[in-house]
């Protein structure tokens, strides 16, 4: 083993797959790409990591709900771009052609082109970490889509697409809580 920084320790355990996370206000929608997020519990329970510095958190604040869309690797491009410009000054609907579909329960949209979508309420930000907690109040898959593979980031600008998927539910059965 040879020593890594300490400061890139993070590049190692990366979270869950990068994600859109849209919010709106039934005036102006708006999309940021967040890839520090995590399931909290077998509930749906979900947090994501963002502050004042994304032009989205003051929606999340004021309106407290979202959407997770969870955007799969033949949209890497438009996911890289969504975070690198300001919802402040940018359609982000626009500028890289997705489709803000009406949430059932919160104002803010799904995105058609991804290849799920979780309606959000906030039920808490924890200040300190940038952290806000989501309770998921309603789901989506589109299972005709046929790119599947979602988009880990690594931290320093790089990602790795999911892979093969391998199948353990037999022997894991008995540890698994009901309904999974």
Do not use: Q
């Not at 052609?97 to 919160?106: D, E, L, Q, S």
């Not at 799904?110 to 309770?135: G, T």
């Amino acid at each position: 083993m040879r020593p890594l920084k300490l400061s890139k320790a993070f590049t190692l355990m990366e979270s869950g797959p990068v994600i859109l996370v849209t919010t709106g206000d039934g005036v102006r929608n708006n999309i940021m790409t967040i890839s520090w997020s995590m399931v909290v519990d077998f509930s749906p329970v979900f947090a994501i990591t963002t502050g004042a510095w994304n032009y989205s958190f003051a929606a999340l604040r004021k309106h407290k709900e979202c959407v997770i869309a969870i955007p799969t690797v033949d949209l890497l491009d438009k996911v890289v771009g969504i975070g690198t410009c300001s919802g402040a000054d940018t359609d982000k609907f626009a500028k890289f052609k997705f489709t803000a579909v009406p949430g059932k329960v919160v104002k803010a949209p799904l995105i058609k082109e991804c290849l799920a979508n979780i309606e959000c309420k906030v039920i808490d930000i924890v200040r300190k970490h940038n952290i806000v907690v989501l309770d998921g109040v309603a789901a989506y898959i589109d299972s005709t889509r046929k790119e599947k593979r979602t988009i880990h980031a690594v931290g320093d600008g790089t990602f790795i697409v999911d892979g093969r998927k391998l199948d353990r539910r037999t022997m894991m059965a008995s540890k698994l809580p009901a309904g999974l």
